[in-house]
């Protein structure tokens, strides 16, 4: 199985929906919502999606076992596939509300949540999260606790998590560094470690697990997945989504989906997605890299970013791109 991370600001209904027009193998995430979001929120506007997406895992933060239990139970009005703890960012503004990558310090409570995520629901309830931290905020009350980057950790975390039943881990390969790197650096200055992840897969065969963190080529992809269950593509998917197209035909699932066929798909959408009141170019912002390292990339991106005149309408913007970007890079498969 191969997802697209939860990204904040990025994986949204809009973004998902354009990845679904170019792959309908990958399970995608929605971003990260809190728990207090869906508790106090306008759920329609967080949560709906269209089914076309399909299949979707909605990833939940928290750090309240009644908050997440809420939560859990709220998201059942609609049609996700999986719910989704995130133990796995790392920013201040998350790890201050001791929410994601420093719960990993606290592998009782995170189990406490899982079961009560399983109690509010029937789907599979997965985690997502790091090797290890370094570094942490500390719960309120609480005494200050070693360092947890070692395996050791990492394997007592999983285990508790494997006795509350968890149905699935997401391990991003690096430790988060909780103190003094900001989420972009925690991205890439922790080294990768993925013996530790296979380690832990080969500890736990029965625990479903995929793999993440700097994967970006098929063949990276076809080699992890010849030990892990699955594999999540975060900035790869972003940054060059037609690779999805690409990454079906090299894993063998039957595609013919063009850049051309990406962009008919968008126009009924967008104009839907208009007459229910989205703004046409929000819609359209997470398509910027459809022509990734293509001749026309630069002309896409000038077609779909605001301002737009009035007069313009995201139809007829799609409609000029089919006349004008070059037919080999709109007629190519993958
Ligand atoms: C812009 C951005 C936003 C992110 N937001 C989330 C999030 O909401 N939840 C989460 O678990 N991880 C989040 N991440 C981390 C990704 O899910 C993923 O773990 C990370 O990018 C490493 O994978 P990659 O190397 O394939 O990009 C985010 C990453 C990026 C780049």
């Not at 963190?213 to 010849?226: Q, R, V």
């Not at 997605?273 to 390292?293: D, P, Q, W, Y």
């Amino acid at each position: 199985m191969i997802s697209i991370a939860p990204m904040v600001d990025r994986t949204d209904r809009y973004f998902r929906y354009f990845c679904r027009l170019i792959s309908k193998e990958v399970l995608l995430y929605t971003e990260m919502i809190t728990a207090p979001a869906i508790i106090h929120g306008d759920i329609e506007h967080l949560l709906a999606f269209d089914a076309f997406e399909g299949p979707v895992a909605l990833q939940i933060a928290g750090t309240n076992v009644e908050e997440i239990f809420k939560a859990t139970k709220i998201a059942e009005a609609f049609p996700y596939t999986e719910v989704n703890l995130n133990v796995g960012c790392p920013s201040d503004r998350v790890s201050g509300n001791y929410m994601g990558a420093c719960l990993m310090a606290y592998p009782e409570l995170v189990a406490e949540m899982v079961q009560a995520m399983k109690e509010a629901t029937n789907k599979p309830v997965t985690v997502k999260h790091r090797i290890g931290i370094d570094g942490r905020g500390t719960l309120p009350d609480d005494q200050p606790k070693k360092i947890w980057d070692q395996y050791e950790d990492l394997y007592y975390f999983v285990d508790l998590l494997d006795q509350v039943g968890v149905d699935g881990l997401t391990i991003h390969a690096r430790i988060a560094i909780l103190a003094g790197l900001s989420p972009k650096e925690n991205r890439e200055v922790p080294p990768l470690r993925y013996e530790d992840v296979y380690r832990l897969k080969d500890d736990f065969p029965h625990i479903p697990m995929e793999v993440n963190g700097g994967i970006t080529t098929c063949e990276a992809i076809n080699e992890h997945l010849k030990v892990m269950d699955g594999v999540m593509l975060g900035r790869k998917a972003y940054d060059d989504p037609f690779f999805l197209a690409h990454l079906d035909h090299y894993l063998g699932h039957r595609t013919t989906v063009t850049r051309g066929d990406v962009i008919r798909g968008l126009i009924p959408y967008v104009e839907r997605m208009v007459s229910e009141g989205h703004k046409g170019h929000r819609t359209l912002a997470h398509t910027i890299n459809l022509f990734h390292g293509k001749r026309g990339s630069k002309l896409w991106k000038q077609l779909i970013s605001p301002p737009w005149d009035d007069q313009i309408t995201g139809k007829n913007i799609l409609k000029k791109a089919l006349l004008t970007l070059p037919d080999e890079v709109l007629n190519e498969r993958p």
